[in-house]
C-alpha cells in the first residue's frame, strides 16, 4: 500500500513540475527575428499550419508546446485568421490570445474621387502592406480576373477608403472597390430621374467621371451635370476638355493646345458627338447623383470663375459675355 502511495506521489509530482514548467515556458518571452513583427495567418488554418507560418515568419516558438497549449486551454479550434503584429516581450500565453481573440492588424489605403485606373494602380503597387499579385498582369488580364471579360476597368472601382488585412493580395482589394461601385451604381440607377439620356448604367457611370473631373465646387455639381445632360437632349457636342485629355494620355503635357482640340480620338468630344467610349476617371457618389439627378435647368455652357466656381449660361451669348469676363479680363 505504501509502495502505492509513493508511486501516486511521484506521479502527482511530476505532473505538477510538468504543469508549472509549462505554464512558466507560456509566460517567457519569446525570440522574435525582428521587432515588430508582422505575420499571417491563411483562412482555414489548423493549430499546427499556424504554428509552422509563425516561425516561417521569424517567430521562435516550439511547436510541440504550443500545440499542447493549444489543446489544454481549448483554443486550437478557436484561432482566427488574418494579419498579425507582435513586439518583442511576447509570450506563448500572449501570443495565442491574440490568435484566439482575433486581434489582427489592418492596412489601410484611400482611393481618391477622380483618379484614373492608372494612378490607382500605381498607388496600389507601392503600398507596403499588399501583396502584389497583380503587378504581373496586364489590365484586361486583372478584369479577366475579376469576371469583367471585355470591360475596361477605369471608372469601376468606388472611391473609398478600403481597410484590409496586411498582405493580403491587392486583386482582392481591386475586387472590393469592383463591387462597391456596382452596389452604388445598381441603387442609384434604380432612383434615377426620369428621361434621361442615357442607355444603360455604364453611360450614366461615363457621365459620372466627366461630372467629377469638371467640378470645382460641390455646390456646382448638378448643374455641371445639367449642362452635359442638356447638351445630349440636343445633340450638341459635350466639349469638355478632360476627355480630350484622357484621349492624349502619355502625350498630354499639362497644356491643352488647339491642335489636342483637332485630333480625333475616341474621347475628343470636341470632334465627336455623345459619350466617350469608357470613364475617363473613377467617380464618386455625388458625381454619381448628379449624373443621375442633375439639375433641373436649361444651362448649356459654363466656365470657371478663377476661385474653383463655375459661371453657368443659358445661351452662347451669356456665354461669351462670362468667358470676356473671367477669362480674358474684359469687364
Known sequence: MRFLIRIFSLVFLLFVGLLGAGWYWANQPLHLRSTPLD???????SMRSAIAQMRDAGIEVEPVLMALLGRFSRAEAGIK???????????????????T????????????EGW????????????PDLRHDSAVLSETQIARQL???GVTLEGRLFPDTYLFDKQSSDLDLIARAVRAMQRRLDSEWAQR???LPYRSPAEALVMASIVEKETGRESDRNQVAAVFVNR??????????????YGLGD????????????ADTPYNTYQRSGLPPTPIAMPGLASLRAALHPASSDVLYFVARGDGSSEFSRTLDEHNRAVNKYQRGGK
Open 232 to 245: 445630349l437632349r440636343k445633340g450638341m457636342l459635350l466639349q469638355t476638355d478632360p476627355t480630350v485629355i
Open 193 to 195: 430621374a426620369a428621361d
Open 116 to 127: 484614373t485606373f492608372r494612378q490607382w494602380r500605381a498607388k496600389l503597387d507601392r503600398h
Open 81 to 99: 485568421a488574418g494579419s498579425y503584429s507582435v513586439n518583442q516581450g511576447v509570450t506563448p500565453f500572449l501570443l495565442l490570445g491574440k490568435l
Open 39 to 45: 505575420f499571417r495567418v491563411a483562412p482555414g488554418s
Open 101 to 112: 481573440r482575433g486581434e489582427v492588424t489592418q492596412g489601410e489605403l484611400i482611393l481618391v
Open 251 to 262: 502625350n498630354f503635357d499639362g497644356n491643352l493646345r488647339k491642335q489636342d482640340l483637332l
Open 147 to 149: 469576371g469583367l471579360e
